[in-house]
C-alpha cells in the first residue's frame, strides 16, 4: 500500500513543483544568493520608452489596455531578471556576459563621446596618418587595344607600328576603327588606380599611371593585350587638407579615442586582479 501511495504522489504536478522549487531553493542557497529587491520604479522615462517602442512598432501610439499590457511584460520581465540573478543563473552564460561587457563599454565610450576633437587633435591624428586620408593620382586616357587571339606573331610589330601612326596623327583623331574590338572603352574619363585596374588589370594600370600627358605612348600591356595610350591629363594625388578630411576624420578619430579609452580601462581593472590559466595534469606515458 505505501508503494501504491508514493507511485500515486509520484505522478501528481503539485508534487513536482514542490520538488523543483526545493531544488531551485538549494541551489540559490549553495550559490550564496540573497534576496532580491522587492521595489520596481517605472519612471516616466522609462514609460516614454515603452510608448515610443510600441509606436515604431505598430505606427501608432498604445490604447490604455494595451499601455498596461506592456508595463505588466515590463514587470515580469523585471521580476524575472532580478529573481534570476539573485540565484546566480546570470553565472556562465556567453550570452549574458558578452552584453554586460558591451554596456560596459559602451558607459565608457560615452566619456569619451562627451568631449568633441579640437582642430589641433584632429591635425596631430591627419599628420599620424596621412596615406588614408589622401587623393590618389587620376587620369584620363584614350587607348586602342590589340588583340593576341588576332594579331598572333607580329602583335608587337603591329602595336609599334600603330603608336607611330597615332603619333603623327592630331591628338583628337578618331580612333573607334583602329584596333581589334573587346569590351573596353576607348576613351576614359579621369579615373584612379582603382577604377583603372578594375577594367583594364593591375599592369596596365601601373604602367599607365607613369605615362606623362600629351602623347601616345606604349605598348603597355594587360590581359587583353597591347595597348597604345594617350593620356590626356593627369591629377597628381594629394594629401587631404582638414578641412576636406573633417567628417571621416572625426569619425575615424573618435573610434580610435574610444579604443585607447577601452585598452587603458582594462589595463586599471586589470591590476585588481589576479589571472590564473590552470594547466591539464599530462596523462603519464
Not at 98 to 127: H, Y
Request: overall charge neutral; charged content about 30%.
Amino acid at each position: 500500500m505505501k508503494a501504491n501511495l508514493l507511485a500515486r504522489w509520484a505522478r501528481e504536478p503539485l508534487v513536482h513543483f514542490l520538488v523543483i522549487g526545493a531544488l531551485l531553493f538549494g541551489a540559490f542557497q549553495w550559490r550564496g544568493g540573497g534576496p532580491a529587491s522587492t521595489r520596481i520604479v517605472i519612471t516616466p522615462g522609462q514609460v516614454d520608452a515603452i510608448v515610443a517602442g510600441f509606436t515604431r512598432t505598430w505606427m501608432r501610439p498604445p490604447t490604455p489596455e494595451e499601455l498596461k499590457g506592456q508595463l505588466d511584460e515590463y514587470v515580469r520581465e523585471e521580476i524575472a531578471s532580478r529573481e534570476a540573478m539573485a540565484m546566480g543563473l546570470d553565472r556562465d552564460d556567453t550570452i549574458i556576459r558578452r552584453r554586460l561587457r558591451q554596456k560596459l563599454e559602451f558607459l565608457a565610450e560615452d566619456a569619451v563621446d562627451l568631449a568633441p576633437p579640437t582642430d589641433a587633435e584632429l591635425q596631430a591624428f591627419l599628420d599620424t596618418h596621412e596615406d588614408t586620408y589622401s587623393l590618389d593620382t587620376e587620369v584620363a586616357f584614350r587607348q586602342v587595344c590589340l588583340s593576341p587571339d588576332r594579331r598572333g606573331a607580329s602583335l608587337d610589330a603591329d602595336a609599334r607600328a600603330l603608336r607611330v601612326r597615332l603619333s603623327r596623327a592630331p591628338a583628337d583623331a578618331a580612333i573607334d576603327a583602329l584596333g581589334d574590338s573587346v569590351m573596353l572603352p576607348q576613351e576614359v574619363t579621369r579615373s584612379t588606380r582603382t577604377d583603372i585596374e578594375r577594367q583594364f588589370g593591375k599592369q596596365f594600370a601601373d604602367d599607365v599611371l607613369k605615362i606623362e600627358p600629351g602623347r601616345w605612348a606604349g605598348p603597355i600591356r594587360s590581359g587583353y593585350g597591347l595597348h597604345v595610350v594617350f593620356v590626356r591629363e593627369r591629377e597628381a594625388g594629394r594629401a587631404l587638407t582638414l578641412a576636406e578630411a573633417r567628417p571621416q576624420l572625426e569619425r575615424d578619430f573618435t573610434q580610435d579615442r574610444r579604443r585607447k579609452q577601452l585598452d587603458a580601462m582594462y589595463k586599471q581593472l586589470l591590476d585588481r586582479y589576479q589571472v590564473v590559466i590552470e594547466t591539464r595534469p599530462q596523462a603519464p606515458k
